[in-house]
C-alpha cells in the first residue's frame, strides 16, 4: 500500500491566487459584461523587453546550427551569465561574490521551496506575517509544521508581526530561530529595508548562527540610493544570507522564466555529528541532481539584460510600473484611504475600511467598481484588514480602475 | 545553530557523469592533442527541427507586442499544448489519457525526482540495477536510504538485478513493493519491454497496491510496431502507473527543456488514516506551489513537435541516431564485444572483456582510443562488466570512434 506525504493534506485549502481566481470567475460567469480589471497577481502586462528579444532570436537560430548547437548545459547556468550576474548585480555594489557563488534558476519560487531540500528537520523557522505564501506552503509540505489553526498560522513556524504598527519592521524574535524569510522591497507590503534594519538582522543571525533567506525579488524597485539592493551590502552577511533574485519583475520574465539564487561559498550549516558543511556544496548536489538548467535560449534572453540597450529598457519598465504605484496610492489617499508601499515597490498596500474584512473587501472591490486586488488576510493573519494592488498593469488599466474605484466604491 | 538534511552527506562522492569529467579532463590536460570523442553522457548533437525553432521565433516576437505577450503560464502547462499531447502520444494509441492529466515541465530529470515530494516515507522502493542514477539519488537525499556499501548499493533500496542473465528483464521483486522505477527503452542498457512484460508488472502493482514510476524518456527510437510506447497501453495502468515523458531525447532538447508527467486522476494511494487521496491533486498542489510553468516560448516549440513538419523532422532525428546504434553495434559485434541494446534505443551495453571491470574499460578506451563512453558500474553493481555506448553524435564521430576502437583497442 503507497502512503502520501500526509503534510500535504495540512495544507489549507487553496492557495491564495487560485482562490481569487475562482471568486473572480464565479463573478465574470454571473455578470458576463463586467469589464473586470486584474490588479491582483503581481503579473507584468509590458512586452519583454527588445534587447532580450533579439538575444532569443539569436539563440534560437545557434540551436539550428550543428556548430552552435546547444545541448545540456551546465545545471548551474552557463559562466557567461553567471559572470554577468555577479559582476553587475554585486560587485558593482562592493559585494564580494562570484560568479562560482550564483545559481541560475527557472524561477525564485522554485529556490525558495526547494532549499530547504538541503536543510534538517530540526530548524526552528520564522516568516514575517503577512508574508508570500509559498514560504509557510513548502515548509508545510516538507513537515516542518503542525496543523493550521483558525487564522491560518501553522502550529511550529514562528510568525513575526509586520504591520502599521512597527512599521512594517518586524521585531527581532524573542526565541532563538534558526532560518529566517526576508523579502525586501517586501511582498506583499512594499515595505522596504534600510541597512540598518537589515545589519540588525544580519547582526542577529551571526549571533544566532542562524540563515537569512533574502528575497529580493523586488529590487529593481528601489530608486532611493539609501536602500540596500542586496543583503550582500552588509557586512558578514555572506557568512549567514542566501539571497533569491529573479527577472521576472525587473525584466518582465514572468512568462519567459529566469531567476538566480547566491549561495556564498563561506556559507556553513551543522551535520548532526556537529561537523561544518558547505551548504553551497550541498546546493550544487541538489541542483546536478534534480535540475537540468535552465534553457540555453531563456538564458541568453537574461544574459541581455545586462547590455547597455537591456539595461535602458529595464529601467524604462520598471519606471512605467513605479508610475502606476504612484497613481494607485494617490487616488486612493484622495479617497481617504490609508496607504502603504508603492514606493520603490510594486505593491501599494491599503489599510481597508474600519471594519471592512480584507475578503470583504475584494468582494465589494469586484462588484462595485470590477476591480480585482489581493485580501491582505491571504497573506497570514497580521494582513487581515489590509488588501494589496499591484502596480502591474497597462496605464489605462490603472487610470480606469482607480477612476471606477474613486466613483464606484462605497465608502 | 542550523542543521543540514544529512541524507546528503550519504552520498557517493560523484554523481556519475562529474567523476567521468573529471577523468575526461585529467587526461585531456596529459594529452592536449588527444581528438577525443564523447559517446559518454546521452547528449544529442544534432540541430533542433526547423520547426521548433520556427515557433520559438514567433513566440519570442509574441513577447513583444501588449496584444500577445505572455505573462504567468498556467503551472500545469498551457491547455494548447497539454491536449496535443494527449491526443498525439496517448490517445492515439488507443490510452485513456486526457490533456489535464498531463504536467508540462522544465525535465524529466527534475520530475522523477520531484515526484517523491509527494509520497510518504514509508514506501518500500525498488530500482533495477543497473538503473538510472538519479532514481537512487533522489531516494537518498529525502531519507528513504542507509548508507550504501562497499559496491554502491544503498540499505533499504530494492534492486531487481537487470544483466544478460534474465535478457534484461528484471524478476518481480520477491516481497512487498510499494514504488517501483522502470525505464524502458532502458537507460542504460538499451533494453526494450514487451506488453506482456509490462503487463506483468501492472498485474504485480495492481494486486499489491504499488505504484509504478515507468520512465519512456526514450520511446520514440521504438521502431518495431510490437513494443509499447506507453504503459497505458497496459489494461489497468491508469490506476497503477506515473508516465514520464521527454522532448529532450526526440526533438534534440536537451539544452531547450521541456518534458512532462502523466498523473491519471484514477490514481490514488493512502493518507496515515487510510484514506484514499487522489495523486492527481497532490502533484498539482506540488506543482502550483513550487513550479512557475515552463517558458511559453519553450512550450510554443514543443507544441511545435506535433505539427506535420515536426513529426517529419524528429522522425529524421531518430532514425539517424538509431543509424548511429546500428554502426556501434556492428563494429564493436566484428570485434568480438558482446552487444546488448542500439536496437528501438540510443544506447548499445557493452560487455566488457573478461576480467576488465567497468571503469578499467573506461580508461582503457579513453587511453587507447580517445573514445568516452559510460562504465556500466556508475549506474549500479549489476553493471559492473558493461559499458555503456550513445549513439546521440554526429555519423562522424560515430565512425571515427568506431574505426578507432577497431584499431587501436589492444583486446
Known sequence: MVTVNDNYLKLKAGYLFPEIARRVKAFAEMNPDAPIIKLGIGDVTEPLPAACRIAMIKAVEDMGDRATFKGYGPEQGYAWLRDKIASHDFQARGCDIDGAEIFVSDGAKCDTGNILDIFGKDNAIAVTDPVYPVYVDTNVMVGHTGEANDAGKYEGLIYLPMTAENNFTPDLPTGKVDLIYLCFPNNPTGATASKATLKKWVDYAKANDAIIFFDAAYEAFITDPEFPHSIYEIEGAKDCAIEFRSFSKNAGFTGTRCAFTVVPKSLKAKSSDGSDVELHQLWNRRQSTKFNGVSYI??????????????????????????????????????????????????????TPSGVTSWDFFDKLLKEANVVGTPGSGFGAAGEGYFRISAFNSRKNIEVAMQRIAEKLKM
Chains 1, 2 share one sequence.
Do not use: D, H
Open 298 to 351: 531563456i538564458q541568453r534572453g537574461a544574459e541581455a539584460v545586462y547590455s547597455t540597450e537591456g539595461q535602458a529598457q529595464i529601467k524604462g519598465l520598471i519606471g512605467f510600473y513605479l508610475e502606476n504605484a504612484a497613481i494607485v496610492r494617490e487616488k486612493l489617499m484622495a479617497m481617504g484611504l490609508k496607504v502603504y508601499g508603492g514606493v520603490n515597490a510594486p505593491y501599494v498596500w491599503v489599510q
